[in-house]
T-cell receptor, first 108, second 118 residues
Framework: GDSVTQMEGPVTLSEEAFLTINCTYT??????LFWYVQYPGEGLQLLLK?????DKGSNKGFEATYRKETTSFHLEKGSVQVSDSAVYFC???????FGAGTTVTVRA | DTGVSQDPRHKITKRGQNVTFRCDPI?????LYWYRQTLGQGPEFLTY????????KSRLLSDRFSAERPKGSFSTLEIQRTEQGDSAMYLC????????????????FGPGTRLTVT
């Protein structure tokens, strides 16, 4: 069935380090793909999205490119801040649902 | 519009009792989803509605679970004869399905209802 597989954490980084979280999907078609973020004590918020192959979603310095050939949607940020500490979820529409989440901790 | 709201935010119940949760979606959204999230896991799809029609249910949704969206606005999720394994965060999300591309169905999540079954 349709699903996403997300890199497991936790991930601990120093400020200004490069972050990448891998996400791959299995689907019969070409679903829209999303990254959601959950800050401590808060609900899930959409971080970025891409609706078709080769689309690049970006927000708050994060980027992810929809790669049809590798069925991937990896999340990247070039220089993380302490405020980026959160749990990140890769997902698609409801059929893909969500990955297990990657907990990212950024140290000052 | 203040977004998706859920009530209650926390519920503690004894095993065997029935519980009901409410979700109020963003007013113009026609799709409403229920998910369950346990510690360390991502949200697991339970069911979704388009307007008042329940279009799909996950196999996770046992016959003790029932969801309704009678007027295509708010929705309720009822769990009968609760079990300790039902303890989880229950999330509601809504989206606007326009029927036109791109079919991205970006979902907006509520804060969740945390259920603890003792």
């Amino acid at each position: 069935g349709d699903s996403v597989t997300q890199m497991e954490g936790p991930v601990t980084l120093s400020e200004e380090a490069f972050l990448t979280i891998n996400c791959t999907y299995t689907a019969t078609g070409y679903p829209s793909l999303f990254w959601y973020v959950q800050y401590p004590g808060e609900g899930l918020q959409l971080l970025l999205k891409a609706t078709k192959a080769d689309d690049k979603g970006s927000n708050k310095g994060f980027e992810a490119t929809y790669r049809k050939e590798t069925t991937s949607f990896h999340l990247e940020k070039g220089s993380v801040q302490v405020s980026d500490s959160a749990v990140y979820f890769c997902g698609g529409d409801y059929k893909l649902s969500f990955g297990a989440g990657t907990t990212v901790t950024v140290r000052a | 519009d203040t977004g998706v709201s859920q009530d209650p935010r926390h519920k503690i119940t004894k095993r065997g009792q029935n519980v009901t949760f409410r979700c109020d979606p963003i007013s113009e959204h026609n799709r409403l989803y229920w998910y369950r999230q346990t510690l360390g896991q991502g949200p697991e799809f339970l069911t979704y509605f388009q307007n008042e029609a329940q279009l799909e249910k996950s196999r996770l949704l046992s016959d003790r679970f029932s969801a309704e969206r009678p007027k295509g606005s708010f929705s309720t999720l009822e769990i009968q004869r609760t079990e300790q394994g039902d303890s989880a965060m229950y999330l509601c999300a809504s989206s606007l399905a326009s029927g036109r591309e791109p079919f991205d169905y970006e979902q907006y999540f509520g804060p969740g209802t945390r259920l603890t079954v003792t």
